[in-house]
């Protein structure tokens, strides 16, 4: 029985290379399959190939590679602000305000980019895929494609960043084959960025397919997100003053709080308070007073001041309170939901990316 070569993973060219040199050293027959050939050093998507008989104990060397690999990169992470982006419809304002967001905690940029690629044939085992030559003729237009954008994209920033238009913030490109919401959460679990900042359609326009991986992220993700509408007025991060933040009197409130201070400054910020109650509920009142306290006393240059709305479960009311206020951000912490409660009962934050073009700032505290 032929003894046919199958695919064992899918890396970088230089990670590929590497997986290829220690696999030969055990005397493991590989082959590089390289889709783009022009310029390699810059290709993703190449594909290690290897007999099907050796395929038991390559698994074993790559995984142990891998976790070599992961326990390297956390040692050496810096602050990092995600920028995920899709080029061929992507919202502008994300770069220029994830790049100051990026300068004001000292971060380094990661844009994140995602293609998805055609079908292969999968045998029983998920990490082992074999492929046609049409379909390798394909995938090898649409990463060629997608290095092109990223250069290009690249060469823009830097331009920006020469002429003044952008923080002076290094960056770099995450390009990955996949699902975007996967390939997002997977990369926030494995390395924690301190920020996503990512786009959404806003209430205006009826196409919902950014908003739906962005709500995605936030209902699933453990860090912080900002989604920023792709309608909404403002362009540039020090014209946002006003922050919203939404309060269920938890003391994790106080945590997430901290982090909007952190992220946008002190200076000429005012805060908002508010919460869903009835306004003969003196002790709701006595609590917002409380929280006002202990920020005046931490942040005595932080203005602050409290209200309380009807519902802040309903979008209809927070948009009537975020126009009359003439709210820049709205804030507020949510907790991360499995798949049975984001379909059966979708967070608030799901529901206001397609109720509002008033950007969301939302922690997990």
Same mark, same amino acid.
């Given at each position: 029985m032929e003894d046919k070569l199958v695919t064992l993973a899918i890396r970088t060219y230089q990670r590929a290379q590497m997986i290829k040199t220690v696999l030969e050293k055990e #005397? %493991?027959?590989? @082959?590089?399959?390289?889709?783009? $050939? *022009?310029?390699?050093?810059?290709?993703? #998507?190449?594909?290690?190939? %290897?007999?099907?008989? *050796? $395929?038991?104990?390559?698994l074993i060397i790559v995984e142990q590679m891998e976790r070599a690999w992961e326990d390297e990169q956390e040692k050496e992470i810096a602050r990092q602000v995600l920028i995920p982006l899709d080029f061929a419809d992507?919202?502008?304002?994300?770069? *220029? %305000?994830?790049?100051?967001?990026?300068?004001?905690? #000292?971060?380094?940029? =990661?844009?994140m980019y995602v293609y998805f690629s055609p079908a292969f044939t999968i045998s029983m085992n998920n990490d082992v895929s074999s492929y046609t030559v049409s379909d390798g003729e394909l995938l090898r237009r649409i990463i060629t494609s997608a290095n092109a954008d990223v250069e290009n994209m690249a060469n823009l920033i830097r331009r920006r960043i020469a002429t003044g238009k952008l923080p002076d913030v290094a960056f770099r490109f995450e390009v990955k084959e996949g699902v975007p919401e996967d390939q997002i959460l997977d990369y926030c679990k494995h390395y924690t960025p301190d920020l996503v900042v990512m786009g959404t359609r806003g209430k205006k326009i009826t196409n919902e397919l950014i908003g739906s991986v962005t709500a995605e992220v936030i209902e699933s993700c453990g860090v912080t997100v900002f989604a920023l509408p792709e309608m909404m007025k403002l362009t540039d991060l020090s014209m946002m003053k006003r922050v919203a933040f939404i309060t269920n009197f938890d003391q994790k409130d106080l945590i997430a709080i901290d982090k909007v201070i952190a992220t946008f400054g002190v200076d000429n910020l005012e805060i908002t308070f508010i919460h869903g109650s009835n306004k003969k509920q003196v002790w709701n009142e006595i609590m917002l007073t409380g929280i006002k306290t202990y920020f005046s006393n931490h942040y005595p240059q932080l203005r602050t001041n409290y209200d309380l709305v009807e519902s802040t479960e309903s979008p209809e009311k927070i948009n009537e309170f975020i126009?009359?206020?003439? =709210?820049? =951000?709205?804030?507020?912490?949510?907790?991360?939901?499995?798949?049975?409660?984001?379909?059966?009962? &979708? #967070?608030?934050?799901?529901?206001?990316?397609?109720?509002? *073009? =008033? &950007?969301?700032? @939302?922690?997990?505290?």
């Open positions: #005397g %493991i027959e590989t @082959v590089i399959h390289n889709l783009n $050939l *022009d310029h390699p050093e810059m290709a993703v #998507g190449v594909r290690v190939r %290897i007999r099907e008989s *050796d $395929l038991p104990r390559a992507y919202n502008p304002k994300t770069i *220029d %305000i994830g790049f100051q967001m990026a300068a004001n905690i #000292g971060a380094e940029i =990661v844009l126009e009359s206020m003439k =709210v820049d =951000v709205l804030a507020f912490n949510s907790r991360r939901k499995n798949l049975f409660m984001r379909i059966f009962n &979708p #967070g608030l934050a799901y529901r206001m990316i397609y109720h509002s *073009d =008033v &950007p969301l700032f @939302v922690t997990h505290i």
